[in-house]
T-cell receptor, first 114, second 112 residues
């Protein structure tokens, strides 16, 4: 069965600093990979997705992620963090033989200090 | 922008009562998902529909939970009888085939 690991439960960065959130997946074939963001009291919003093709994908709000098959990773990055980026971030994977069921990581809470 | 609509946004009730949560998926989407989010367990998939047919409800306690799609514009999740351990935020999401899911803002359920 596929699984997703987000090794960092909390991350704190200074406003303006760069950010990288880690995500590793376990799945035999090429998965469909996603990053979602959740602000307090809100649902999950899709930041970006990887299905195939270029391994560096651009998303909304200035985020990008890179798919590295050799490392089974799909890390999320942003060159300069804004205070409004404080939220919880979820990496997710879909294995198409299970329909488009998402399997989520445990999430990483991002704190931004001024 | 099209949105997934969930009602109610908040629900507080006593244990033993029936709880019904509703979801209006985005028009044209053919897959609907119910998730539960808690601090301890994170996001758990409860049930999954495609073209209104239940495909997987293995994540749902069968003795008290039921999920249905009476029509393409409405999905329901019922708990009867409710228990304090059911307190959580319940999310509905909809999608089209293998495209990303869109989430509603959730129903925050508190069982006293």
């Amino acid at each position: 069965a596929q699984s997703v690991t987000q090794p960092d439960i909390h991350i704190t960065v200074s406003e303006g600093a760069s950010l990288e959130l880690r995500c590793n997946y376990s799945y035999g074939a090429t998965p469909y990979l996603f990053w979602y963001v959740q602000s307090p009291g809100q649902g999950l919003q899709l930041l970006l997705k990887y299905f195939s093709g270029d391994t560096l994908v651009q998303g909304i709000k200035g985020f990008e992620a890179e798919f590295k098959r050799s490392q089974s990773s799909f890390n999320l990055r942003k060159p300069s963090v804004h205070w409004s980026d404080a939220a919880e971030y979820f990496c997710a994977v879909v294995a198409m033989e299970y329909g488009n069921k998402l399997v989520f990581g445990a999430g990483t809470i991002l704190r931004v200090k001024s | 922008d099209a949105r997934v609509t969930q009602t109610p946004r908040h629900k507080v009730t006593e244990m033993g009562q029936e709880v019904t949560m509703r979801c209006q998926p985005i028009l044209g989407h053919n897959t609907v998902f119910w998730y539960r989010q808690t601090m301890m367990q994170g996001l758990e998939l409860l049930a999954y529909f495609r073209n209104r047919a239940p495909l997987d409800d293995s994540g749902m306690p069968k003795d008290r939970f039921s999920a249905e799609m009476p029509d393409a514009t409405l999905a329901t999740l019922k708990i009867q009888p409710s228990e304090p351990r059911d307190s959580a935020v319940y999310f509905c999401a909809s999608g089209l085939n293998n495209q990303p899911q869109h989430f509603g803002d959730g129903t925050r359920l508190s069982i006293l």
